[in-house]
């Protein structure tokens, strides 16, 4: 491929990227235990990679720089020498992440959370793999989680909290994982990784995200041992993978509980709990 040879519009490069979405999502759907053998091309796609560009320069975030000093909104805006060098460098597997700039941003509570901001490439080529593995696991995820997934936000998990409480059910119990983000375990998480996706080019490029390092605030390099940077595009992703295993745990014993109202009925009037889970982030 030569700079010279056209690239899509944005406009062609977003059908391209839907129809790629839609058959991964369709085979996902078709085969629960299927594994994804080839997939790595399609990150290096240009029809991806523009998208995925699209996305991060268009994203509130582009104002910000990793450690690398570029704020993505300061970079040309469609196919440019930056995005293709890029492609080839993905091409030829030489592409190697660097590690996240990370800034404490204060909270409500008067404490901090961490937040990573990678480099405008990086942003890339997470976004890239984002479009590619989404489709995938959407297909296996339960629909009692609502956080960091396309087509649902926290007023659907509302809703359906409000439907349960206006059926019978009497509590709410609230909760919350301290640091999640920062604790989530790479192998645990790599093993459901690898349930779906047998190309180790794709779990390669996961796994060199997960191992990045972490410049602080105090300009000491760290290593990442757990987690994933809040921040990152790919991390909400990685989070749902690994949350799901909570997910399938609790709507395992749901579905133990009977098929309809009358049967959770008959549970409560023997003193026997019914719960189910609704997850939002």
């Not at 998990?157 to 059910?169: D, G, R, T």
């Not at 999640?180 to 459901?192: K, N, P, V």
């Amino acid at each position: 491929m030569n700079i010279d040879d056209p690239w899509p519009t944005l406009d062609e490069a977003e059908a391209q990227v839907l129809e790629i979405q839609t058959k991964l999502h369709r085979w996902a759907l078709d085969g629960p235990d299927r594994r994804f053998h080839d997939l790595y091309n399609l990150v290096w796609n240009p029809a991806v990679l523009l998208v995925a560009w699209h996305r991060v320069r268009s994203n509130r975030g582009a104002r910000s720089a990793g450690i690398d000093g570029l704020r993505p909104k300061d970079l040309p805006p469609g196919q440019s020498l930056f995005l293709f060098k890029l492609h080839l460098e993905l091409r030829a597997r030489a592409f190697q992440p660097l590690p996240v700039r990370q800034r404490r941003i204060p909270k409500p509570s008067g404490k901090s959370r961490a937040l990573g901001i990678p480099t405008a490439k990086d942003r890339i080529v997470q976004a890239a793999l984002k479009l590619i593995l989404e489709p995938v696991f959407e297909a296996g995820f339960k629909p009692c989680s609502y956080g960091f997934r396309p087509g649902r936000r926290a007023q659907d998990a509302i809703a359906e909290i409000h439907l349960m409480a206006s059926n019978s059910y009497e509590w709410v119990l609230e909760g919350d994982i301290t640091a999640c983000f920062d604790e989530i375990d790479h192998t645990a998480l790599m093993d459901r990784v690898r349930r779906r996706i047998a190309d180790k080019r794709v779990l390669a490029l996961v796994k060199a995200f997960l191992k990045a390092g972490v410049l602080a605030e105090d300009d000491i390099l760290r290593d990442t041992r757990t987690g994933t940077p809040q921040g990152g595009i790919l991390s909400p992703l990685l989070a749902n993978i690994a949350l799901s295993v909570l997910d399938e745990h609790v709507m395992a014993a749901w579905t133990t509980f009977g098929k309809n109202n009358q049967a959770r009925s008959y549970r409560r009037r023997k003193g026997l709990p019914t719960y189910k889970i609704v997850r939002y982030a």
